[in-house]
């Protein structure tokens, strides 16, 4: 079954510490993407990557990190910097970046910071 | 960016259709429009996209009047498992990002 797939569903930290969240697709897609969503909220963007080893700061950058080594991978790492890390953390991919292409989402990670 | 105005809520019951209308007064000439569709706890799923007139697809209708300021989604005949939050995005031609309002919550009543 081709998809997005991330782990762990639910995630809790303490204070203070960085957590990483993992995100996988084998849907052969370029472009990847990172949401957060708050309660009754839209998703607001944080990172995009078009292509391995590049990517963009989305809206809500500040206190987060990504990479792209792999094609199938970006992890996003909500570090001690980000205030209020609470929330619903979604992932995305699309074949290629741009208007046309649908985006494909992950089941989400629900962080809880206590 | 173009904001896209829609309605906070919408009630309806099974077997009706559902008109979602949704503004978006500032589109730029080669924005689209997109609909996603998202569950409780569930990432969003794309609906229907369109540029102008009318599309659909076996879900839904996407009715686009000629000025583009405005789009209709249409579902026919809901049924409980309807029941979800309906995000309308104008996609820009100038930037690959995708911007959610609050959307629109629908509720399916039996």
């Known amino acids: 079954d081709g998809g997005i797939t991330q782990s762990p569903k639910y995630l809790f930290r303490k204070e203070g510490q960085n957590v990483t969240l993992s995100c996988e697709q084998n849907?052969?897609?370029?472009?990847m993407y990172w949401y957060r969503q708050d309660p009754g909220q839209g998703l607001r963007l944080i990172y995009y990557?078009?292509?391995?080893?590049?990517?963009q700061k989305g809206d809500i950058a500040e206190g987060y990190s990504v990479s792209r080594e792999k094609k199938e991978s970006f992890p996003l790492t909500v570090t001690s910097a980000q205030k209020n890390p609470t929330a619903f953390y979604l992932c995305a991919s699309s074949l290629i970046a741009g208007r046309e292409n649908e985006q494909f989402f992950g089941p989400g990670t629900r962080l809880t910071v206590l | 960016l173009a904001k896209t105005t829609q309605p906070i809520s919408m009630d309806s019951y099974e077997g009706q259709e559902v008109n979602i209308t949704c503004s978006h007064n500032?589109?730029?000439?080669?924005?689209?429009i997109t609909w996603y569709q998202q569950f409780p706890s569930q990432g969003p799923r794309f609906i229907i996209q369109g540029y102008k007139t009318k599309v659909t697809n076996e879900v839904a209708s996407l009715f686009i009047p000629a000025d583009r300021k405005s789009s209709t989604l249409s579902l026919p005949r809901v049924s409980l498992s309807d029941t979800a939050v309906y995000y309308c995005?104008?996609?820009?031609?100038?930037?690959?990002?995708?911007?959610f309002g609050t959307g629109t919550r629908l509720q399916v009543f039996p």
């Open positions: 849907l052969n897609h370029d472009a």
């Open positions: 990557s078009q292509i391995v080893n590049d990517f």
């Open positions: 500032n589109i730029a000439t080669n924005d689209y």
């Open positions: 995005l104008v996609v820009s031609s100038s930037t690959d990002k995708l911007i």
